[in-house]
């Protein structure tokens, strides 16, 4: 059983930047597609960006061009730079690894990322 460990969760001030990591304990055969999701209290959990294992990115209508997404195929980690975050951003994010294929779909414990003066 493959495990995600994110890192890089954190308080910041509106208009500031964070990074967040997440790395897989095992392989991912491809292909696949690594992302992250959110969930703010009281919301359902939603997309925020994925990529693929071939570097095909999707991100959300509300953090295009504020946010990121990468990933390092060799290290199997994919990453997610946060940039002029607001207070919506607020919620806990979630990294996600799934099989194209549907072989398999796993999930991070999540990081607190608060966005607050």
């Known amino acids: 059983q493959v495990q995600l460990v994110e890192s890089g969760g954190g308080l910041v001030q509106p208009g500031g930047s964070l990074r967040l990591s997440c790395a897989a304990s095992?392989?991912?055969?491809?292909?696949?597609?690594m992302g992250w999701y959110r969930q703010a209290p009281g919301k359902q959990r939603e997309l925020v960006a994925t990529?693929?294992?071939?570097?095909?990115?999707n991100y959300a209508g509300s953090v295009k061009g504020r946010f990121t997404i990468s990933r390092d195929n060799a290290k199997n980690t994919v990453y997610l730079q946060m940039n002029s975050l607001n207070p919506e951003d607020t919620a806990v994010y979630y990294c996600n690894a799934k099989h194209v294929g549907g072989y398999y779909d796993y999930w991070g414990q999540g990081t607190q990322v608060t966005v607050s003066s």
């Open positions: 095992g392989s991912l055969f491809s292909p696949n597609a």
């Open positions: 990529i693929t294992s071939g570097g095909r990115t």
